[in-house]
């Protein structure tokens, strides 16, 4: 970034009214000018005074994209057609694509500010192509006309654009285009002209201004601190406690976001050894595009006169189809399982094997299980006896000699005949906390560590689901493993739902967290890449009664006595106690349609009926801003919801510039659960310290908030390195390292930290330069269970900050204070926290480091 770059950055405000004060000049501020709407993947503007001099609006800005599908691939706008309707509403069409039988639709008063995007289907033709509106002030109708591919025409009317009249086929003559053709930039563009008065041109010039004004913000990094802060020396802070200001704060604000993505679950946290254990993998998992991917894939057979195939006469349960068959004509060849990317083994570690079996050739076999490793050989064996005819669950103990991150699981019959194989697993005995279908005990105790106050899951796009068949569905995850129901994940790969609502409610209790379940809205994910245009497909209104009983019956699940329904499938499970539940989550940064207000509020006021008890936490839709925000809000206001969850993965520089985010929220109104966020940089290694740190400064600022934010989770949560399809995430792992990042261990400070009253302060600076400000933060907390205070400091400059705190309130009971820092280069990515003891007393003076994060915590006198 060059010097010039950054002197407009901090003068842009001032620049962008000089702008302002040019353009009126310039056209002599007329009354009304002529605009030009168009489309090239976005709706954007141009103005003329002549109609043959254009120029265009912020350079081609796109005020409105299509939200319709896929990220990637799809979400096109295609020919919009933008008119002036009833009480002057600006009212879009476009084609979303070649192939749908649907129309896009948007509304708009000032052509910056827009209603949430429709997409009706319609009866005929082979689709929706050059689609053009038109409105009646007689009949107060609109009429959209569009062509298809086979040059066919067709006509629809609607009033509200809730409901259409039955198409019906129009000659082309019928079908009218009053959009023209300007030359624009050197080029010819099709679109539409309008005459508008200048104060609306005026709105997009300063609308346009005010996002690149916020661009250069994000923008901001440390790689140009040495020109931000040329010159800057050590900042002296005063930090002043206001005790009497006390308030109360969530004692939830630290949790965890768990979902199945980058092989988070089957591979990460759960604890099954064996991939593809019940042989339910099938292509449709990835979209049918990997044709080695089936219900074979992860196995191999070892040597000759042998064969293996897959089979589905006669399943262990109607959930659970496929089986291998094993067919051996001279005994010396394995069934070998390969695990995920290797199985890792230690030594003397108990592994417990088990497989339903069936003898379907001969009198009776032994089966030799073996964990075999190329470098260390045979590691452990062990022989089991298959006599039955009919499946049996079979069991053995396996002790391996060696460590070893190599090893494979081998299934040698021992002799020659046929049997069946299905739900072969290897276990690790030592699971978190001992759980039978356990966890992965680093992994587990790695998220424990953080001290989360709830967990959400199963996931955000995973619960959802990529169209209406892919929802998750909680009951296919509980009871005996060979009746749960796998299913395509919506990140391309396979659930075997092994890890299910059961070890999720399980886990929780274990650690001491809150359960979060997240159910969909009656709608699929907004990036749905099955059955049309992400959420446009919502369930059924005459399936909603069904779909409303499962979340009912939910609860009743987690909290019904022993003698319930589904209090006994948990009671059976091994689980007699209800597990309190408190909170269940309806949708998932979803768009926020006709389609899907309908079904949440069937959901939210069957649900309130059924269990008051329960918090029902909202959605505002998948960004901070815009008009699913809006909308979801609204919805929020009229239904009076207790919590709304918000997501935004952002830029540093954007955590930095945006700490009074929730300073500015009604008190009054619901509360908030930022269920999704994360700092991270463009490129491949997105996070680092500086990262990190924007995470820190902006949780200081959910602290100060914490009367109106009630819960805040990073995400996502786990990344299996080499197959990891979001990034950044929090913790990375393989078979055998937990390699938590630097952002986690600031979540685990806040997490370790957390108070129930906050304290406020002030805090006087030296330099009172605005970006030097934005860098500092204080926030402090008590804990009154414990009688602690907890002082969090950051310190994102390039230079020392000498701190004075006035702690003459809060005397330390020993003059003593246990401290945490993490520091060091902003660009490094493996910085660990430093614990150390302090002196501390009722004036105390710290150093901050350059680019730090600074914990204090100490017990008061009484």
């Known amino acids: 970034m060059t010097k010039k770059f950054l002197i407009i950055s901090f003068l842009l405000p001032a620049f962008i009214q000089c702008v302002f004060a040019a353009n009126h000049k310039a056209l002599d501020q007329p ?9 090239t993947n976005g709706l954007r503007f141009a103005w003329s005074i002549d109609k043959q001099n254009w120029t265009a609006i912020g350079n081609g800005y796109p005020f ?14 295609y020919t919009p057609y933008l008119i002036r309707g009833a009480n002057d509403t600006w009212q879009i069409v476009w084609s979303v694509n070649d192939r749908a039988l649907q129309f896009a639709h948007a509304s708009s008063a000032d052509l910056i500010n827009w209603r949430p995007q429709n997409y009706p289907y319609v009866q005929k ?23 298809d591919s086979g040059n066919e025409y067709f006509r629809t009317e609607t009033k509200d654009f809730k409901s259409y009249t039955p198409v019906e086929k129009i000659t082309a003559s019928a079908y009218t285009n009053l959009g023209t053709t300007v030359s624009l930039q050197g080029e010819k563009v099709e679109g539409q002209v309008h005459r508008v008065a200048w104060a609306l041109v005026e709105g997009l010039i300063k609308a346009y201004d005010l996002q690149q004004y916020k661009a250069i913000q994000n923008a901001e990094t440390t790689k140009d601190d040495a020109i931000r802060f040329a010159g800057l020396k050590t900042v002296d802070a005063e930090i002043m406690l206001h005790p009497g200001e006390a308030k109360k704060i969530s004692t939830m604000l630290t ?25 339910e993998y099938h292509p449709r998992d990835k979209k049918y595009s990997d044709k080695e991917w089936n219900s074979s894939s992860c196995w191999s057979l070892k040597g000759e006169n042998a064969s293996f195939r897959i089979d589905s006469v006669k399943p262990v349960h109607p959930n659970n189809l496929h089986y291998a068959v094993l067919t051996v004509e001279k005994p010396g060849a ?135 068949a892919n929802i998750y569905k909680w009951k296919n995850s509980i009871g005996p493993l060979e009746s749960r129901k796998g299913d395509r994940n919506i990140w391309n790969y396979h659930q075997s739902m092994g890890l299910g609502y059961f070890e999720y409610f399980q886990f929780c209790e274990d650690i001491g967290a809150e359960a979060v379940p997240i159910i969909a809205a009656g709608v699929p994910c907004q990036n749905s890449s099955t059955g049309g245009g992400g959420q446009q497909g919502g369930i059924p209104m005459d399936e909603m009664g069904a779909y409303i009983q499962d979340i009912i019956d939910l609860v009743e699940y987690a909290n019904g006595a022993p003698n319930t329904v589904w209090g006994r499938k948990r009671a059976e499970a091994g689980h007699p106690k209800p597990f309190n539940l408190k909170y269940i989550g309806i949708g998932n940064e979803d768009m926020i349609t006709d389609v899907f207000r309908e079904r949440f509020e069937m959901i939210y006021k069957a649900l309130k009926k059924a269990h008051p008890e329960i918090t029902v936490i909202g959605t505002a839709g998948p960004f901070f801003e815009g008009s699913d925000y809006v909308e979801g809000w609204k919805i929020a206001s009229e239904l009076n919801i207790p919590v709304m969850d918000e997501h935004y993965y952002q830029s540093p520089g954007w955590f930095i510039n945006n700490q009074d985010f929730y300073d500015r929220y009604d008190r009054s109104k619901s509360k908030v659960y930022l269920g999704e966020y994360a700092a991270s940089l463009p490129g491949g290694n997105k996070t680092n310290l500086e990262t990190a740190l924007a995470e820190a400064l902006y949780l200081t600022s959910l ?101 004075s705190l006035d702690l003459q309130t809060y005397r330390p009971e020993s003059g003593k204070a246990g401290k945490t820092v993490i520091s060091g280069n902003p660009a490094d990515r493996d910085v660990r926290p430093v614990i150390s003891q302090t002196d501390i007393g009722g004036k105390t003076t710290l150093e901050l ?13 009484n």
């Open 334 to 468: 394995s069934l070998v399982n390969t695990g995920y990317d290797g199985i890792a083994v230690k030594k003397g570690d108990p592994y417990i094997f088990s497989a339903f079996t069936g003898l379907l050739q001969g009198k009776g076999n032994k089966l030799a299980i073996k964990l075999v490793s190329d470098s260390r050989g045979v590691l452990a064996g062990n022989t089991i006896t298959v006599s039955a005819s009919g499946w049996k669950s079979l069991k053995s103990t396996l002790i391996p000699s060696a460590d070893a991150s190599d090893a494979r699981l081998e299934i040698q019959p021992l002799s020659s005949g046929g049997i069946a194989l299905d739900m072969v697993s290897l276990f690790p005995q030592k699971t978190f906390k001992g759980r039978k279908n356990g966890l992965r005990a680093d992994l587990a105790q790695t998220i424990a560590d953080i001290h989360p106050r709830f967990v959400r899951f199963p996931g955000g796009c995973v619960a959802h689901g990529d169209g209406i």
């Open 255 to 279: 949790g965890v976001f768990f979902e199945d993505i980058n092989y988070g679950a089957d591979g990460g946290l759960y604890a099954e050894l064996i991939q593809n254990r019940d042989f």
């Open 125 to 147: 033709g082979r689709n929706v192509l050059r689609p053009v509106i038109s409105y009646s002030k007689s009949t107060g109708k609109y009429t959209i006309v569009y062509a």
């Open 31 to 39: 009354d009304s000018l002529y605009l030009f709407s168009y489309g």
């Open 64 to 77: 409105l994209r299509s939200d319709y599908g896929t990220w990637g691939a799809e979400k096109k706008m």
């Open 849 to 861: 480091a350059p680019y730090s994060f600074t914990v204090l915590r100490f017990r008061v006198k």
């Open 703 to 803: 602290e100060r908030n914490g009367d109106v934010v009630e819960m805040a989770s990073y995400a996502p949560l786990l990344a299996r390195e080499n197959h990891t399809q979001w990034n950044p995430d929090l913790i990375y792992f393989n078979n055998t390292e937990v390699k938590p990042t630097t952002g986690y261990y600031v979540q685990q400070l806040y997490g370790q930290n957390a108070g129930d009253q906050y304290i406020p302060s002030s805090v006087s600076l030296s330099n009172t330069n605005t970006p030097v400000k934005k860098r500092i933060a204080c926030s402090v907390v008590k804990d009154s269970k414990t009688n602690e205070i907890v002082v969090k400091l950051v310190n994102i400059l390039p230079v020392p900050v000498n701190t």
